[in-house]
């Protein structure tokens, strides 16, 4: 049984940063790519970064520069290392894998950057 588990999520001012962690189980996390995801109230989930099997990266304009993705094969572990954060990056985020045509998602971690 495929399970994502979320963390790292919290309160945080303008301009600071968090880091997101995402424990997978039950599959051999190595072998796919994994991304976050985020997602507000009324609108669409949206994808931000993907790490591919082999450790190549991608981020979307609205993070880029700020957001990094990484992970750790030996913790089964992705990562999301956010920095300069802005009151529009609120959000719940979550964590995917992508096993061929399946997808996996964790059950969300809340962000609120606010003053």
């Known amino acids: 049984q495929v399970q994502l588990v979320e963390s790292g999520g919290g309160l945080v001012q303008p301009g600071g940063s968090l880091r997101l962690s995402c424990a997978t189980s039950?599959?051999?996390?190595?072998?796919?790519?994994t991304a976050w995801y985020r997602q507000v109230p009324g609108k669409q989930r949206e994808l931000i970064a993907r790490i591919s099997s082999g450790g190549f990266t991608t981020h979307t304009d609205a993070v880029k520069g700020r957001f990094t993705i990484s992970k750790d094969n030996a913790k089964n572990t992705v990562y999301l290392q956010m920095n300069t954060l802005k009151l529009e990056d609120t959000a719940v985020y979550y964590c995917?894998?992508?096993?061929?045509?399946?997808?996996?998602w964790g059950q969300g971690t809340r962000v609120t950057v606010s003053s």
């Open positions: 995917n894998l992508a096993r061929g045509l399946e997808n996996y």
């Open positions: 039950g599959v051999v996390f190595s072998r796919y790519s």
